[in-house]
């Protein structure tokens, strides 16, 4: 579960976010949805503290993260982040790269993160690129293995920076097909995306962020079929033709 | 013009007068400058690995999330990027036992590795800081988001990549740090430019300091290819 209450950030006199209030119950998956410069990447990173909010709270699974002396890189072990840019650690192996995680913040050890780690990458159609740095590999490959890596922490929540933005065209969809797949298990879903598609097909919710508000909150239903802001209508016109 | 050119040309045949190198190796002055350039080496190595952990450490603290560490970082780099390495030896040997007495009992040869330590450690230090903001940020944010502590995501993720970025700089600094050592002519501790300059003042001069010429270019020479392969490899890497 992961709650914001009266979330604010500025960045300078930019004021990026305005008194956000979202609660992502356990297990749902939600998709956000905005244009550039929304603040819709800034909310989720609020999610995980990679941007600390100005004021208001965030609060994971019960643990307020924004307070002092929270248990920020705890809570974090359990809430992965999958970013647009992939990230990699481009001097490891991609297994490395799922173990590394594991072995240094959670004590699991080398044989067991391995393991686990082989497995994930089965699951996302790579286990022969275990060896391979993530240089030689295509930008859906890297991303699939990002995801990978935030898998073998054995994560309760999922975040998903625009997951595909940064992909050329032919590689988002064997991307998606991972997310969609992962979207059929309990584990609570936080999807910053423009993929529309993926929206109606894994969502169930669907939250329409702009100018750092939350303008529509509901089914992707409601979203797609009837919105009742003019602004989300104005949006949708323009990105269904 | 003839005269003069005649002069010089004497000047440079003299160097290589037989008498005189006679005379070096009489008073055994090879053996002399091998002994100080076994220092040099010893005074080297010991002095590059103290400047590798200085320069580590303040260019981490210089990129770190708290300001005091970054002015203290600050600080140490530009003071002793600023003044004399001579300087700071004279100062360790001579200056510091006044302020403090008990470190008079610092050998000359700990003073001439602690001076070369805490100048290259300055000059590592700006290439680490350098090669750490070379790392695209979002490693760092990858390595938080994975629940990594700062000091975790440094250690595993960031400086291992930033130190192949600072490698080719780093032999440079090693290169330097060699011919450095020579400031034991400063503070009388007989490392080869000691022992060449004594040499010279007591036997010849051609030989004494030709000779220890040749030496550091031996020692300094190799590394500064290897710098330049690194850095042509960095090249081709990006």
């Known amino acids: 579960m992961i709650e914001l209450k009266n979330v604010e950030k500025y960045f300078g006199q930019n004021h990026v976010l305005k008194d956000v209030n979202l609660l992502v119950p356990t297990g749902q998956k939600i998709v956000i949805i905005g244009p550039s410069g929304s603040g819709k990447s800034t909310m989720i990173r609020c999610m995980n503290l990679l941007e600390h909010p100005t004021s208001g709270s965030v609060t994971v699974d019960g643990v307020e993260i924004t307070a002092k002396k929270a248990p920020v890189a705890k809570v974090r072990q359990s809430v992965a982040m999958v970013f647009q840019q992939f990230n990699l650690y481009p001097h490891k192996t991609v297994l490395e790269n799922l173990t590394l995680a594991p072995t240094v913040v959670q004590g699991v050890s080398k044989a067991e993160a391995v393991d686990s780690g082989m497995a994930y990458l089965e699951r996302v159609g790579l286990s022969d690129k275990a060896q391979a740095y993530p240089a030689q590999l295509s930008g859906g490959q890297q991303q699939r293995v990002a995801i990978a890596r935030a898998l073998n922490m054995h994560p309760r929540i999922l975040l998903f920076d625009e997951p595909t933005s940064a992909l050329d065209p032919e590689m988002i969809q064997e991307v998606l097909d991972v997310i969609v797949g992962l979207a059929q298990e309990g584990i609570t879903m936080v999807v910053v995306t423009h993929e529309m598609g993926f929206a109606r097909q894994a969502a169930d919710r669907v939250v329409f962020v702009d100018d750092g508000q939350i303008l529509e909150d509901g089914t992707p239903e409601h979203f797609f079929e009837n919105p009742t802001n003019e602004r989300t209508k104005l949006f949708l016109s323009k990105i269904l033709r | ?238």
């Open chain 2, 1 to 238: 013009m003839s005269v003069g050119f005649s002069q010089w040309f004497s000047n440079i045949v003299y160097m290589f007068n037989l008498q005189h190198w006679q005379l070096f190796f009489q008073v055994g002055g090879l053996v002399g400058l091998l002994h100080g350039l076994l220092f040099t080496l010893e005074i080297s190595l010991l002095g590059l690995l103290f400047a590798l952990i200085l320069g580590v450490i303040f260019g981490v603290l210089a990129t770190s999330q708290w300001k005091v560490m970054r002015a203290v970082a600050r600080v140490y780099v530009e003071f002793f990027q600023n003044t004399p390495l001579m300087l700071q030896a004279i100062f360790i040997a001579f200056g510091l036992p006044i302020v403090w007495p008990a470190a008079r009992h610092i050998p000359l040869f700990m003073v001439i590795v602690i001076a070369v330590s805490l100048y290259h450690g300055a000059y590592i230090s700006e290439a680490v800081r350098a090669g750490i903001q070379s790392i695209h940020r979002g490693q760092l944010e990858a390595s938080l988001s994975q629940g990594m502590t700062y000091v975790q995501a440094m250690r595993y993720v960031v400086i291992p990549q930033a130190l192949r970025v600072v490698l080719p700089p780093l032999t440079n600094q090693a290169v330097n740090l060699i011919k450095n050592t020579s400031i034991g002519v400063a503070i009388g501790f007989a490392e080869l430019m000691y022992q060449a300059k004594m040499y010279s003042d007591m036997a010849a001069t051609g030989p004494s300091f030709l000779l220890a010429a040749l030496m550091y270019f031996i020692l300094c020479f190799p590394l500064a290819r290897l710098a330049k392969r690194l850095e042509d490899k960095a090249e081709v890497n990006n």
